[in-house]
DNA sequence: CATGAATGAGGATTCATTCAT
DNA sequence: TATGAATGAATCCTCATTCAT
């Protein structure tokens, strides 16, 4: 009984996290053209009523695999910082973060236009970590920073358009490093210590559990 | 004869321009949800052929929009720049001039972002001539910069960001000033002659004859 | 499960057969004249959308009512056939079988004329047949015949036009077995046996199956 | 001023003309392709308006393109029968002018059948003269029938179906001269008799004017 | 729960015809 | 008369969603 029960939820799961892969897919490979249920359904293998079971509608699945996403950034990103207490640390290691991700970043826009929302708030959750961390920093004396707000905006521009850049191969892989360096020297610190920091080994990120059953199989397709 | 066919180009003109102009606002006032043909017919009092009588599709009467707008960006801009010779000043008149167009480049953005062109290589003509302004101040010693092509792209980036962030109303309009000091400075300027040319007064713009006829009045509307 | 499979395509079928059918009524009924997809989906009693569940294209269920229609006769003719030994007997009550179907076959002609299929070598299956009766017939010296493929156009030529007069009221029933005469005498038949072959009665046609489901309902509509 | 009547109702003449010609190219060169009065107009170099100075409708615009093809035929035909006295001599000759005629009337048949002009009796304006000879022939003994309306449809069968089979390549071209001798033979004529008619020259073809504006141009493109 | 047949509102597109110039 | 811009009814086709099995 109790097996039973743990079995379908076990299946149920399965079924819904198939739907938002295939979503995803789907999305990433036809770019804005239209895709309708049925492309879902098939590539997921599942009947086409089915769809109805876990997402009321197409745009629910479209946030659905959004939200996905979104948690697996969050979560590594977590993971990295977590044990990360200097400011400066924190925010050198975030932007080299950010910026390593311009992959999946690219998808996430992508993603994100494709799904029409609108209000990108939720895009932006690392952007506020970045924004604490400016903060926290600038009350210790760690940066130098007249208006933390429009230095921040400052900031988060030029992350993605580096990172849209690199991504199309406008840019060199090392404008990571040089851009962080340039931010950093931006925040008042000197050039000798943005560079150490900027050399500093990425922590080696723990992948989270979801990214092997969605992300990782995707990769390798 | 002659004059009849001068006539009916000159109708053909204008219905285009009519076409052009309610797709226009159909886009900035409807945002991402479906527009149909039929919107922008009636928006623009014609009958629902009329507009297959001037663009093949949909697609195309979102490009043609998009030309227009361009145009009349670079036009004006054109004009502002000409008479400039120091690179110095051209950038930061260049800078603040597309800062200022935070509103048109927003509603350019949505355009994009909404008629899905994927290439915004076109978008960025006036990046162009930021880059050369960049690089001849580079050259002449003007400005102390090492790798122009990065430096040129995070300038992009926080141009892009801040007009969106004015834009939405979480900066204020002085972000603008602010914004283009924060990246003389980073050009090497003494923060003396960012201020002063940030404080330089926008030097009047004659607006280009076809603004008249469609934005100006779009504005106004 | 297999219930259900099987449930699904059986209804699936019905509805296929309901749509041919009524494709075939408003083509009959109507002539050249424009036949929209709502008229065929009206006609059957299904939703607008249910039509291209089961074709692609008007012009592909077109071809489908003709596949149809060519089935049955087809299959109806060869169990008349397949008894008959004697190439005279065999070819004297094929010609007879066909004009005797004038009435479909003018349908079938105007459903060809009207769907616009340009190879009409299908509908001519029979035509193989009586090819075949006359070769083996001429090779056994049951009929005289100089040049088999311009006689057998000669035939086929004379089969179709007084199949369709006899449908239009130009000539009377009568003219099946005077045709068949004259014919069989231009085969080099003597009058008495070509007399005696035309007076054969005609074996009862046992009715296949697919005719019940379909034609004869539509006859008596 | 009469002069310049002749001038103007010359040029109307000419633009109608310019117009059937236009039409027919475009039924032959694109079988049953819907057919556009655009189409028709920018391929006979006039305004699309013009058009409809002309005819009030594109059905009618068909049918003034059959009225002149079958006219020239028509005419030609006639202008070949006349001198001849013989019903038998007259009827081979029109026999075999219809058999020759096969690639005309291959497209004749194509426009009707585009055209969707269900009587086609006029088709048949020449069928008639044959009925008229082989009822002149039966009368003085000349032919052997005994029932001269279903003799007439037969051999109206054979020429079609020859006509078609020559035109698709199936038959030679000797078919034309071997259909006529089985023809006449069946009426009765003896053997040696159908093969002299058979071989008769035919007679030199004075081809009417308009043949040499439209048809004879149309052949040449 | 899974399935897929049925549905019809919605949107794109065509083109014969009108009419002002 | 010649022209071609304007028109909108007519039609095709798509696809999200429902629902009976």
Redesign the interface.
Known sequence: MNLNNNNNSRKREQTRQALIKSTYEQVLSR??EKITIQDITEAAEVGLGTFYNYFETKQLAFEAVLQDIHDQFSDALNVIRQPLKDPATSFAVTLQYCLTQAEDNRDWHALI?FC?I?DQRQLYQNADQLLHDLQRGAKGGRFKVD?P???H??I???????SL?IRKG??ARS?IS??TR?ILR?LGLPDQVAKALTQMPMPPVPVPRRIETSLTILATA
Do not use: K, W
């Open positions: 770019g804005g236009e029409g609108r208006d707000i429009l230095t905006s400052l988060m521009g030029m992350l993605r358009h580096v850049e406008n840019l404008a040089e851009t340039h931006m």
